[in-house]
């Protein structure tokens, strides 16, 4: 097709493919990869595709002539460490929590790091390409250095980028505020590994003014050779709110059989497709249609290890569902909080035959689009209908202006602070690339090391150049924001944190994360890593090891929602000279869930450290947090800067 072949042809740094899913983005970049470089790291939004590339990457490669070898793999729910022979041209490396426990675990319980730079130097994983597919967070922790051997495992990665490596971030609209931030300053200063980068993105996104620099943007045709979508009957239903709640169940249950029943004569391999906001809405719908149809229902969200591709006429799942999984399905229920959410779902379904689909849309913006469509007549062009969601339905703010914001100038510094705790003696840090960044040994106290942090920040050595003059505006108020920077230091991952507390699905058997939403919906208590370890009868995933001491019992699913409050106004800010964020201290807060009075102190330690804002109600659906009286809301965790940033623009 005409946009692979631009990929192919492109030499420029910063490349933006912009082509829908199923449109054969990963074909594009993969044989980029094996043509034109020894190493490449492609970056995924969810562990589920990087084990899904990672087989569709092997099979395209046989296809292409390149004899290739996995390093990971996964059957039964269960990661495999192959121990191949031979000198494979290419070995695909699928490199995320689940694959470095299971290989520490084999090797007898060692240091995740030192794992993986016993596998890296070992002479198997010499190939002539060699293909790293790993995620934001896995990225994060090799950068911050959090894992044993970390210099190592960097000088190993740098010596295979000699020459000019390859960078690929696909699904790269699903970062947004706080995550995108995080992965474009990671991007800037791991720049000079990679010869090329290239970012794909299934809706539109203009990235110029994310990185503040020329990038080369290659679009697919729409309606171009291949990219074929067969006719869908589409139903558009309301629901009061973004996301849908408990007493709406019942209805996306009783719609689902409905279409669930009318697909049966379908041959395709899934009669119907469920896909919905929450992973607890998804938890429940798949238990409801697993009740009525036992061994029917494949649940795929952050609750279950996906085993293989769904084999079953049911499946019910999230947002892991519509990033790069393919498959066929007769029928489609889906709920949309924004315009590109809308048209990526809907795509899931009629790829290979016509479909059926049901809608569920926010009443708000369910009106004006019922009224749009109907005034057309009962038949619309996907061109057509795509112009008219995005007219009536809001787009989700990415907040790329974030990135070079004052307040994203409190995330840098902040991120800067948390990768400095973990960089011991300076020679190590300059051979990573990294500059003259203070030492421990050095710094012998907490004020000093900052003052010697600020210094290194000052002359603007390796800073984006971009985010300088913000960062010069605080230097104004240093060292009053000094207790800030040593919190986010301590909090700062991939994820903001309170939409991702790591907690662990006793009846499930597994690891994910929830968010400060969601306790509202779950029977749980708070526990320490090592209680979990011995109720789980294995090691915390290393994702989730190092970025809290709070760790989450979920003993199951709440019947209905419960009152999640907050008392903040004894708060004290920490010392700026500006309305900003709080830092939250368990001692001033009084944090309640309703029926679960016993858990308050438990809840105000997940929240103890955590930086907050105060604003006019809640400024985005997305934000974690707590409402308060008159209207107030108080945002939390490192969304609280994205928050300050939101309330500072609209001011």
């Given at each position: 097709?005409?946009?692979?072949?631009?990929?192919?042809?492109?030499n420029?740094?910063?490349?933006?493919?912009q082509?829908?899913?199923?449109?054969?983005?990963?074909l594009?970049?993969?044989?980029?990869a094996?043509?034109?470089?020894?190493?490449?790291?492609?970056?995924?939004?969810?562990?589920?595709?990087?084990?899904?590339?990672?087989?569709?990457?092997?099979?395209?490669?046989?296809?292409?002539?390149?004899?290739?070898?996995?390093?990971?793999?996964?059957?039964?729910?269960?990661?495999?460490?192959?121990?191949y022979?031979?000198?494979?041209?290419?070995?695909?490396?699928?490199?995320?929590?689940?694959?470095?426990?299971?290989?520490?675990?084999?090797?007898?319980?060692?240091?995740?790091?030192?794992a993986?730079l016993?596998?890296?130097?070992?002479?198997?994983?010499?190939?002539?390409?060699?293909?790293?597919?790993?995620?934001?967070?896995?990225?994060?922790?090799?950068?911050?250095?959090?894992?044993?051997?970390?210099?190592?495992?960097?000088?190993?990665?740098?010596?295979?980028?000699?020459?000019?490596?390859?960078?690929?971030?696909?699904?790269?609209h699903?970062y947004?505020?706080?995550?995108?931030?995080?992965?474009?300053?990671?991007?800037?200063?791991?720049?000079?590994?990679?010869?090329?980068?290239?970012?794909?993105?299934?809706?539109?996104?203009?990235?110029g003014?994310?990185?503040?620099?020329?990038?080369?943007?290659i679009?697919?045709?729409?309606?171009?050779?291949?990219?074929?979508?067969?006719?869908?009957?589409?139903?558009?239903?309301?629901?009061?709110?973004?996301?849908?709640q408990?007493?709406e169940?019942?209805?996306?249950?009783?719609?689902?059989?409905?279409?669930?029943?009318?697909?049966?004569?379908s041959?395709a391999?899934?009669?119907?497709l469920?896909?919905?906001?929450?992973?607890?809405?998804?938890?429940?719908?798949?238990?409801?249609?697993?009740?009525?149809?036992?061994?029917?229902?494949?649940?795929?969200?952050?609750?279950?290890?996906?085993?293989?591709?769904?084999?079953?006429?049911?499946?019910?799942?999230?947002?892991?569902?519509?990033?790069?999984?393919?498959?066929?399905a007769?029928?489609?229920?889906?709920?949309?909080?924004?315009?590109?959410?809308?048209?990526?779902?809907?795509?899931?379904?009629?790829?290979?035959?016509p479909?059926?689909?049901?809608g569920?849309?926010?009443?708000?913006?369910?009106?004006?689009?019922?009224?749009?469509?109907?005034?057309?007549?009962?038949?619309v062009?996907?061109?057509?209908?795509?112009?008219?969601v995005?007219?009536?339905?809001?787009?989700?703010?990415?907040?790329?202006?974030?990135v070079?914001?004052?307040?994203?100038?409190?995330?840098?510094?902040?991120?800067?602070?948390?990768v400095?705790?973990?960089?011991?003696?300076?020679?190590?840090?300059?051979?990573?690339?990294?500059?003259?960044?203070?030492?421990?040994?050095?710094l012998?106290?907490?004020?000093?090391?900052?003052?010697?942090?600020?210094?290194?920040?000052?002359s603007?050595?390796?800073?984006?150049?971009?985010?300088?003059?913000?960062i010069?505006?605080?230097?104004?108020?240093?060292?009053?924001?000094?207790?800030?920077?040593?919190?986010?230091?301590?909090?700062?991952?991939?994820?903001?944190?309170?939409?991702?507390?790591?907690?662990?699905?006793?009846?499930?058997?597994?690891?994910?994360?929830?968010?400060?939403?969601?306790?509202?919906?779950?029977e749980?208590?708070?526990?320490t890593?090592?209680?979990?370890?011995?109720?789980?009868?294995?090691?915390?995933?290393?994702?989730?090891?190092?970025?809290?001491?709070?760790f989450?019992?979920?003993?199951?699913?709440?019947?209905?929602?419960?009152?999640?409050?907050a008392?903040?106004?004894q708060?004290?800010?920490?010392?700026?000279?500006?309305?900003?964020?709080?830092?939250?201290?368990?001692?001033?807060?009084?944090?309640?869930?309703?029926?679960?009075?016993?858990?308050?102190?438990?809840?105000?330690?997940?929240?103890?450290?955590?930086?907050?804002?105060?604003s006019?109600?809640?400024?985005?659906?997305?934000?974690?947090g707590?409402?308060?009286?008159?209207?107030?809301?108080?945002?939390v965790?490192?969304?609280?800067l994205?928050?300050?940033f939101?309330d500072?623009r609209?001011?």
């Amino acid at each position: 097709m005409e946009h692979q072949s631009a990929v192919l042809e492109s030499n420029a740094s910063r490349v933006v493919l912009q082509a829908p899913t199923a449109s054969g983005k990963t074909l594009a970049y993969l044989i980029k990869a094996v043509r034109n470089y020894a190493f490449t790291i492609a970056l995924y939004p969810t562990n589920e595709l990087i084990w899904d590339q990672a087989k569709s990457m092997q099979e395209s490669l046989g296809k292409l002539g390149y004899e290739s070898a996995l390093v990971f793999d996964r059957a039964e729910g269960e990661v495999i460490v192959h121990d191949y022979e031979g000198r494979p041209e290419v070995v695909v490396c699928a490199l995320n929590s689940d694959s470095l426990t299971a290989l520490a675990k084999e090797r007898g319980n060692e240091t995740e790091g030192k794992a993986l730079l016993e596998l890296l130097n070992e002479k198997r994983i010499q190939p002539k390409h060699l293909i790293l597919l790993t995620n934001l967070d896995t990225l994060f922790l090799m950068f911050a250095h959090r894992f044993a051997r970390s210099v190592d495992i960097w000088r190993d990665i740098l010596a295979r980028a000699t020459g000019g490596a390859l960078l690929v971030v696909d699904e790269f609209h699903l970062y947004h505020g706080y995550s995108l931030a995080v992965m474009v300053y990671l991007i800037h200063h791991l720049r000079h590994l990679f010869k090329q980068i290239i970012l794909t993105s299934a809706t539109g996104f203009d990235l110029g003014t994310v990185f503040k620099e020329s990038v080369s943007v290659i679009r697919a045709r729409e309606g171009g050779p291949l990219v074929v979508q067969y006719a869908t009957d589409l139903t558009l239903k309301s629901v009061s709110g973004i996301m849908v709640q408990t007493n709406e169940l019942e209805l996306l249950f009783r719609d689902g059989v409905e279409l669930y029943e009318r697909s049966l004569s379908s041959s395709a391999e899934v009669k119907l497709l469920v896909i919905v906001n929450s992973v607890l809405t998804a938890h429940r719908l798949s238990k409801m249609f697993g009740q009525r149809y036992p061994g029917l229902v494949t649940p795929v969200h952050g609750l279950m290890a996906r085993r293989e591709e769904p084999s079953t006429p049911i499946v019910v799942g999230t947002s892991a569902i519509e990033v790069g999984v393919d498959f066929d399905a007769a029928s489609l229920l889906f709920e949309a909080h924004d315009a590109a959410t809308f048209i990526q779902r809907l795509g899931r379904v009629a790829r290979r035959s016509p479909g059926k689909a049901i809608g569920y849309v926010e009443q708000t913006y369910f009106v004006p689009l019922r009224d749009r469509l109907i005034s057309i007549g009962s038949s619309v062009s996907r061109q057509q209908l795509r112009e008219y969601v995005y007219e009536a339905l809001p787009s989700a703010e990415h907040y790329t202006d974030f990135v070079w914001s004052k307040q994203g100038a409190w995330l840098y510094i902040g991120l800067l602070a948390g990768v400095s705790e973990y960089l011991i003696m300076r020679d190590h840090r300059r051979s990573a690339g990294y500059g003259d960044f203070p030492s421990k040994r050095e710094l012998l106290n907490r004020r000093h090391r900052l003052d010697q942090l600020w210094e290194y920040v000052r002359s603007g050595r390796d800073i984006p150049v971009a985010l300088l003059p913000q960062i010069r505006l605080l230097d104004e108020h240093w060292p009053d924001g000094s207790l800030v920077y040593i919190a986010l230091g301590r909090i700062v991952g991939g994820r903001s944190t309170l939409t991702s507390i790591p907690a662990y699905f006793r009846e499930e058997d597994a690891f994910t994360y929830v968010s400060l939403d969601d306790l509202k919906k779950l029977e749980f208590i708070v526990a320490t890593q090592e209680k979990v370890s011995e109720l789980a009868g294995r090691r915390v995933p290393g994702k989730m090891s190092g970025r809290s001491d709070i760790f989450l019992i979920v003993e199951g699913v709440t019947q209905g929602p419960l009152r999640l409050t907050a008392d903040w106004n004894q708060m004290k800010r920490f010392h700026s000279p500006e309305r900003g964020p709080k830092l939250l201290s368990s001692q001033d807060l009084i944090v309640t869930l309703e029926s679960h009075e016993e858990l308050s102190d438990q809840l105000c330690r997940i929240l103890d450290g955590q930086p907050a804002y105060e604003s006019s109600g809640r400024l985005d659906w997305r934000f974690p947090g707590f409402s308060g009286p008159a209207g107030r809301f108080l945002t939390v965790g490192g969304d609280a800067l994205v928050a300050w940033f939101w309330d500072t623009r609209a001011q």
